[in-house]
Structures are given as structure tokens and as C-alpha cells.
């Protein structure tokens, strides 16, 4: 070992792009004026393109290259370099597999061309060495990467640099992952596997020279030299990721030979594998069942035919005997792989890997689990492997959940959630680990659907600009056949057909969330359909918005029921609307003004009617009187609404257009001239049946401190009977009730399996 009084740096440039040269030599020139004061000796590895040159013009041109590089260094106020521009440093046992390494030779070699008392760095042609006959050879794994860790292991070089046209190693390929990031630390290991399948940058073998030193090699970009880049050592600390990358092999045939008499025979696995590699046909996975019933060996999908033929001949007697049933192949077909140095300490990561490409309907066709426990692959289909590796990659390397969600209906609670959405995306990521991805919005008539997320500032505008039309019958086949992981759709709309499609979004493990009043108060047939559906698949089927926009009112009565408690009686005032207009009429404004200020707010239905008729409330209380088992349709209900009937027989525009003028002759139909007095619109559940309508509010009353868009709803029960327990807050409004839409969808996200 030659040695020295600083340690050895080992730094290798990978080749110039012809058009860049001027550039490359730049880039070199900016890194190592950073590192002019250094305490080390620099070895400057430098490859050429040997690929694009005839044999006996390599080293001109290398000389070449060398040259300017060492005018670069004198200008940079180096000490004067050593050049080395010889084929012969390296000494190879056996040429034929390139790294059987004559250590002994080529450590003489180094420690007779390396100068050891020299201050100047030293230049180095990479990429060649000699065979035991003096003839030169391509060192073509890396070129000049190679180079540079033997040079490391002759010399006990401390610190090895790769430049190269890459930050660094990549947590997933970006055509597969678009969210893959630089991994700052690695294992050699994980290096090798990560930098042969994930991008072309590190060939595995280049590490075998060093494997069992302490020297750290990083991978840095000649075009971002201030970026950390990856850093890789013989073994690296756990940073409780649940795995450092996922790789992806696409293109790939799995070849199966089964049969009931391979069971307890020899040899049968070997015999097929040896006919394989007698065929120079190289295995990349291989996966037994315990019965020793079947065998999958997966190959590359261009040897799927000689395979075939190979493996057949092969068995061909045990073929004729009935040993072997059959022998055929599943193509196109990829391996999707989970790499982390650190996977024999954590338990359940095969299971975790299993759901999470469960959730986004992907099947699994065999399974391989590597010796070291350093990567765990899963063969699937062809057209599954981009989908496998986003939720792999998602789940494991960013240690997150992803939640897809598609959003029928961008109105006033439409555009609020949207809304929402964009600013709380971040937090969401930061704070619970959750991405959520907007992958669809429809209306009545049009659809837009990107799987790779739609930024919700930009959901709107392009449904109007670049939706496709669709029905809600297509739009519902489209989300059940889209198979994304943790799929979850929020109903916006107050459409009875959208409401209709929920026991079939349920079935298909699609997650509803909706401030929708109408898919729970159809018929109890429906209703008892519905909620079957979220129970017996376990779906996630979320509605507290249907009763008090953001306020927990049904959460309250289940926990109520679950905890054993018995509901003598609910009353409240359920409407945000109505209780607005009648907190101002109180104030001594007229009931046509009241509606148009709250209609403007959005405090309304889409349909003001539905508040004045009273439908609003009488959906409300109907939901809550199924939540505690009672069997109740519409027409059970006893209600008096607000208005003549004759103003429900105007369309929806006309009223609208109209509504001040129609309702200033309107009177309430209670006296409440009784000071202190006033009256609320209350909807009240007692002894199986709801009762709703206007009543006199005195000053006992609890509902005569409400104020504003308050509801409030008051829970008689075994346990609140002297003192019943109230829930109030704002109970209409677009951000209030987006609010409790979106906590639901979260709610949703952690659970839906």
C-alpha cells in the first residue's frame, strides 16, 4: 500500500458529452477549486468514450483529455499534476469476467507510477487495464468508476467521489414515480441493487473491490455540485423508513412448470434451472411453493419462447409420465421490489407490502423474498407495474398514506372544499403523513380524470374547459373500474342520482363522504341497502354533514347509543337557515328580507324552499331517527311548513327571482307579542315519531339564546335527563360544513382498507 501523509480522495469523471466538452471541463474546474485547501491527495479518475473509438485511438484521445484537464488544474492554482496516461495499472487475473484483480501486481504498479511525496493531484486515464499477457482491455463495468475503487482498495483510499451526469441515486425511477427523491444515504448493498435497476449510474460490481473497507463513496452532478448527492458506506444507520426504494423490472415472462408428482422429487427445481443456464438464459426471480407442487422462474420477456422450449425439453419424460401437469408462461409480467438494508428488524413489512398493493387492486402473482432480507419482490401483471410501484413508493419510502378522491359537483360547497384543499395540502403531508390527490370532479354533464393528482385551484376551470362529458352511470363505472388505492368519492351535489350510486361505490371498496341529505332518507329498502354496504365491506361511508354541517351532531348520538345510553328525546333547532331568519325577524326584519340576505350568504339549499317547506329539517331529524334504529319513512313525519302551499308550485327561477316580492306580506302564523317571547322552527323526535314546526321560544327556553346561523339540538336521555346534553355551533354555511366534509374524508383516509 503506498502511502502517503494526507489520505487518498479518489474522485472519477464520467465522459464529456462531445457537445458539452468546454462545460464539462468548467464544471471540473469550479469542484476542485473548492477543495484547493484540502487536507488530502486527490487521484482524478477520467474516462473516455472508448465505445465511440477505434482500439488504437484511445489513448490519444484520452491523452487529450488529460491535457486540458491539467491546464485546468494550473489555472485553479494546483500544484503541478502527474500524469498518468497508461493502460497498465491495473493487472486482471482473468480477463474474461473483468474483475479478477491481480492485487499484488497491480498495488506494484500503482506504488511505481504514483508518485507518494508529490503535493499535486494525480491524473489518471480510466476505464482500462491489462491481462496477464500485457494485452490491453475494457474495464466497460463503469469505466472509469471501476477504476477508481480499485485504485481505492491498492491504495486504502478514505473517500471516493463518482461525478456524473446524476444527483445521485433515486428513490424509484421517475417514469414509474414521478415523486422519487435523491436518497442521501445508502448501504452498498442497497447501492448495488438501487444503481443497476433504478437508474444505469452505479454497476453493482464496481463495489466488490471495496466491499468490507470503510471508505464512504458518494455520487455526485458535474451540473449540481452544491447538492449533497447519495452517500454510501459499507453499512448505514436506520432512519426507521420502512424501506429506501422500490425498483421496477418491467418487461418479463414467469415461466411455471407444476404437477402433482413433482411433489417430494429431487431435483426438480435444479434440473429446470440448470437446463435454463445451459441455455445461457438468465433468471432474475425464483419462487417454489411448499407443496413443491408448482415452480415460477421469471425471465426476460425476449427468452420467453427459447425458455419455453428449454424447460419442456427438459421434462419431457415426466411430461409423459404425468409428473409434470404443464409448463406455459404469464407474460407480459414485472417485478416490483421493496429495497432497505434494515428489513430483518421490522416485522409485518411482507404483509404491509401485500395490502398496500391490495388496496389498488393489484394481484400478486408469486412472491420472493431476498436471503440477505434486503429486498422483498412481487411479480405482477405487466399493466399493473407503474401502479405498483407509485403505492410501494408511497407507502413505504415516503412512509405515508395516499388518498385519491374524485368530488361530484363544484358549487358552493364544491368550490369551498377545492378551497380547502389547496391550502391544507401541505399541512396534511407534514403534520398526518397523508397525501391527498384529487384525481377527478364531475358535474351533471362533464367529467376531467388525471390519476396523477389535478392541482384543486385548477379542478374547476378545467372541467369547463377540458372535461369530458359523461353521465353519472359512466362516471360510476369509470371509478369502479379504476382500482386506486384508497379511493374515496365526496358527494358535493344534493342529486338523488348521485345518491343512488352509492351502494355501488361501497361494494367496490370506494369510501363516500357526503353533506348529501337524500341517499339516507329514501325509501328504508335503500336505506337498509346502504348502510349494508359500508358494514359488510368495511367501507368507510361518513355523513356527519348531513346534519349540522360541521357540527358532530351524529357522532354524538352513536357514541350515545354504543356506550348504552337511552334516548328519551331529540329536539332541536336543525336548520342554520331557519334559525338565522327567524334570530332576524326577531330583530325586527321582515322574513323576505332575512331569506334574500341569507340566500346571498349561502346559508341556504340550492332551493330555498327546501328550508321553508320545512323538507330541510324533516331530512335531518328522519336521518337521526334511523341512527337510532327507528323504522320511519317521509311520510311518517308530522310537519307544518312555513309558507302556502301555491309557492311551491313556482319553478325554482321564478321564486328566486321573486322571492322578496312574494314573501312581504307574510305573517308569522304564533303570537309572540309576550315580551321576551319569540318562536324557532324545531323539529322534535319522541317516542317513535318526529314532529316538526314553528313553536313559541320562551326565555327558559334553551333555544332562546340562539343567535346567528346556531343550530342547536338537545339529547333527553336515561343519563341526560335532568340536565340534557346540547351540541351547538353554526349549522349552515359553505366553510363550516367543507370543514366537516374534508375531516370526514381524513377520517376516511386513515381507514379505508
Not at 649 to 672: C, G, Q, R, T
Not at 722 to 750: F, K, M, S, W, Y
Request: hydrophobic share 40%; glycine share 8%; charged share 20%.
Amino acid at each position: 500500500m503506498l502511502t502517503t501523509d494526507r489520505p487518498w480522495h479518489i474522485m472519477s469523471f464520467s465522459p464529456p458529452d462531445s457537445t458539452s466538452e468546454d462545460s464539462w471541463f468548467k464544471g471540473i474546474g469550479e469542484i476542485l477549486s473548492r477543495r484547493r485547501h484540502e487536507q488530502e491527495r486527490l487521484i482524478l479518475v477520467i474516462s473516455g468514450d472508448y465505445a465511440a473509438l477505434p482500439q488504437d485511438q484511445y489513448s490519444p484521445h484520452m491523452l487529450g483529455l488529460l491535457t486540458r484537464l491539467n491546464e485546468v488544474l494550473e489555472r485553479e492554482g494546483f500544484p503541478e499534476s502527474y500524469l498518468i496516461n497508461q493502460a497498465d495499472l491495473i493487472q486482471l487475473v482473468d480477463p474474461a469476467s473483468l474483475l479478477s484483480v491481480d492485487w499484488p501486481a497491480t498495488t506494484e504498479r500503482l506504488n511505481k507510477h504514483i508518485p507518494p511525496e508529490e503535493d499535486g493531484p494525480v491524473l489518471i486515464s480510466g476505464g482500462l487495464a491489462v491481462d496477464s499477457e500485457g494485452r490491453t482491455v475494457r474495464l466497460e463495468l463503469g469505466q472509469g468508476d471501476y477504476t477508481a475503487t480499485i485504485i481505492a482498495k491498492a491504495l486504502g483510499a478514505q473517500k471516493i467521489t463518482l461525478w456524473g451526469a446524476f444527483e445521485g441515486i433515486l428513490s424509484a425511477d421517475p417514469i414509474y414515480a414521478p415523486d422519487a427523491y435523491t436518497l442521501p444515504h445508502l448501504s452498498f448493498q442497497e447501492a448495488a441493487e438501487l444503481g443497476y435497476h433504478v437508474q444505469p449510474i452505479l454497476h453493482p460490481k464496481i463495489l466488490i473491490p471495496i466491499q468490507g473497507m470503510d471508505v464512504g463513496i458518494r455520487i455526485k452532478s458535474l451540473a449540481l455540485p452544491e447538492a449533497a448527492g447519495t452517500y454510501i458506506t459499507r453499512n448505514r444507520p436506520d432512519d426507521n423508513a420502512l424501506a429506501k426504494a422500490v425498483t421496477a423490472q418491467p418487461d418479463r415472462a414467469l415461466l411455471i412448470v407444476s404437477g402433482l408428482g413433482m411433489m417430494g422429487v429431487p431435483g426438480v427445481t435444479a434440473q429446470a434451472l440448470k437446463a435454463l443456464a445451459a441455455a445461457n438464459i438468465n433468471i432474475v426471480l425464483l419462487s417454489q411453493a411448499a407443496n413443491e407442487q408448482s415452480v415460477g422462474i421469471c425471465i426476460a420477456l425476449s427468452d420467453r419462447e427459447r425458455g419455453l422450449a428449454t424447460l419442456r425439453a427438459q421434462f419431457e419424460t415426466a411430461i409423459s409420465r404425468g409428473d409434470v401437469d404443464d409448463i406455459y408462461a404469464l407474460d407480459p409480467v414485472g417485478i416490483v421490489t421493496v429495497v432497505d438494508d434494515h428489513m430483518r428488524y421490522r416485522t409485518g413489512l411482507t404483509g404491509k407490502m401485500f395490502s398496500t398493493l391490495g388496496r389498488s387492486g393489484i394481484n400478486v402473482l408469486t412472491i420472493a423474498e431476498g436471503a440477505s432480507e434486503t429486498n422483498i419482490s412481487a411479480v405482477v401483471s405487466g399493466e399493473d407495474l407503474k401502479a405498483a410501484v407509485q403505492a410501494l413508493h408511497e407507502a413505504f419510502c415516503f412512509g405515508r398514506r395516499r388518498a385519491h378522491v374524485f368530488m361530484f359537483g363544484v358549487g358552493t360547497i364544491g368550490d369551498q372544499l377545492l378551497e380547502l384543499m389547496d391550502t391544507q395540502s401541505q399541512p396534511w403531508l407534514d403534520q398526518l403523513n397523508l397525501n391527498m390527490c384529487l384525481v377527478g370532479v364531475a358535474n351533471s354533464k362533464k367529467m376531467t380524470w388525471n390519476t396523477a393528482g389535478i392541482p384543486p385551484e385548477q379542478a374547476a376551470s378545467q372541467l369547463v374547459n377540458a372535461g369530458q362529458p359523461a353521465s353519472i352511470e359512466t362516471i360510476v363505472e369509470h371509478l369502479t373500474s379504476s382500482r386506486l388505492d384508497r379511493l374515496i368519492v365526496i358527494d358535493a351535489t344534493a342529486s338523488n342520482n348521485v345518491a343512488r350510486c352509492y351502494p355501488d361505490l361501497l361494494k367496490h371498496n370506494i369510501a363516500v363522504v357526503t353533506p348529501n341529505k337524500r341517499a339516507n332518507t329514501l325509501d328504508m329498502g335503500f336505506y337498509n341497502n346502504l348502510q349494508r354496504a359500508a358494514r359488510d365491506h368495511q367501507v368507510p361511508y361518513f355523513y356527519e354533514t348531513t346534519v349540522g354541517a360541521g357540527l358532530p351532531i351524529i357522532s354524538t348520538l352513536r357514541d350515545l347509543i354504543r356506550s348504552g345510553d337511552e334516548i328519551i328525546r331529540i329536539e332541536g333547532i336543525f336548520s342554520g337557515t331557519l334559525a338565522y331568519l327567524f334570530n332576524n325577524v326577531a330583530q325586527g326584519l321582515t322574513l323576505s328580507k332575512a331569506l334574500v340576505n341569507a340566500y346571498q350568504n349561502g346559508y341556504t339549499e340550492p332551493d330555498p324552499r327546501d328550508d321553508l317547506s320545512g323538507e330541510d329539517v324533516a331530512r335531518k331529524t328522519l336521518i337521526l331517527a334511523r341512527e337510532m334504529g327507528l323504522s320511519l319513512e317521509r311520510a311518517d313525519i308530522e310537519l307544518t311548513p312555513i309558507l302556502p302551499d301555491e309557492l311551491f308550485a313556482l319553478s325554482k327561477d321564478d321564486f328566486l327571482d321573486n322571492m322578496e316580492s312574494l314573501l312581504e306580506d307574510w305573517h308569522p302564523p304564533i303570537d309572540v307579542r309576550e315580551q321576551g317571547a319569540g318562536m324557532h322552527y324545531i323539529g322534535t323526535i319522541e317516542e317513535g315519531t318526529i314532529r316538526i314546526g314553528l313553536q313559541k321560544v320562551d326565555a327558559s327556553s334553551h333555544f332562546a339564546t340562539l343567535s346567528g346561523t346556531d343550530n342547536m339540538v338537545v339529547f333527553t336521555t336515561k343519563r341526560y335527563f335532568n340536565q340534557p346534553l346540547i351540541v351547538r355551533g353554526p349549522g349552515a354555511g359553505p366553510a363550516v360544513t367543507a370543514g366537516g366534509v374534508l375531516a370526514d374524508v381524513i377520517r376516511a383516509a386513515e381507514l379505508v382498507t
